[in-house]
């Protein structure tokens, strides 16, 4: 996608919209009623009134992929930081014939920007590669979604090695959720290679009964959840470790990613301000509510 296209989907989709306008739209858009940002009640509106109002310069360094792990580098084990293979300000510039396989190359600052090589790619993909990171250069979750802390966020492209289990598959991807401070639930997602399959589980693995997703155009949930995931035997390393770095986000909700493989060893993933941009319903709503409820800001 060329910057004009670009641009065009920006007018297109009224992302030039002043932040509280533009938010209020897609919120009725995805939800189905309009949020009340004065005094938010729902988790989702919480999310959005985050969005717009809790601005903390640490926010950005944490949702930049790249310098969160220089950040986290004497803070946290080094064990649990995946390493970088390589750096780069422009995806033509990325030897393929030089990297260690399999590998992930992805953005620093965006979502889903990600490509998966479990060996050398071929010309074909080279090419699907490049279409994808030109484009991501341009792309500004600031502007599509307001989420300020990726204003300032300057562009760069971050090779890693893939990490798999014994199996070889990509291992379960925990989503620590956190309200002012101390862990709420956990968003696991487990299959991403075959089929993906979410649960959402409370703090001793007890299943929770809401799934939180966004729909399809039916109404339907695009994720599927089930609630047999079993218990992960390091589940308390995984909490005191997220509890850490989410000590260092300064705001009342924070989630913390980390991939567990085998169980054996945790690798930090990312920084999360606003989970899926507080775009997608919980179902039930009441559970919205309940969990709105707990978050104070």
Request: hydrophobic residues 35%.
């Amino acid at each position: 996608m060329t910057l004009l296209k670009y641009i065009l989907k920006i007018i297109v989709n009224l992302h030039f919209l002043p932040g509280r306008l533009h938010q209020k739209l897609y919120f009725k858009k995805n939800h189905g009623y309009s949020p009340n940002l004065t005094k938010p009640n729902t988790l989702n509106e919480k999310i959005i009134f985050l969005k717009l109002y809790n601005k903390e310069i640490i926010h950005t360094t944490l949702a930049d992929k790249w310098a969160v792990k220089n950040y986290l580098k004497g803070i946290i084990d080094n064990k649990y930081l995946i390493p970088n293979l390589e750096i780069s300000k422009h995806i033509k510039t990325i030897k393929f014939d030089q990297l260690i396989y399999p590998c992930v190359i992805k953005s620093n600052g965006g979502s889903g920007d990600f490509h998966l090589l479990k060996e050398k790619p071929k010309e074909l993909e080279i090419k699907k590669i490049y279409k994808k990171f030109s484009y991501g250069k341009y792309r500004s979750l600031y502007l599509e979604k307001k989420e300020w802390q990726y204003k300032n966020i300057p562009y760069k492209i971050l090779v890693e090695p893939m990490l798999l289990d014994k199996n070889k598959n990509i291992p379960p991807d925990y989503k620590i959720h956190f309200f002012n401070g101390h862990p709420e639930f956990i968003y696991v997602t487990t299959g991403r290679e075959k089929k993906t399959i979410r649960g959402v589980y409370d703090l001793e693995w007890n299943p929770l009964p809401f799934i939180w997703s966004k729909l399809d155009l039916n109404g339907k949930p695009i994720y599927e959840f089930d609630s047999s995931i079993n218990k992960p035997k390091n589940l308390k390393e995984i909490l005191e470790l997220s509890s850490q770095i989410a000590q260092l986000a300064k705001a009342p909700y924070v989630r913390i990613d980390l991939f567990n493989i085998d169980e054996e060893k945790i690798k930090f993933g990312e920084v999360t301000f606003h989970h899926m941009s507080g775009m997608a319903p919980i179902i039930p709503l009441d559970w919205d509510f309940k969990l709105g409820k707990r978050l104070v800001l």
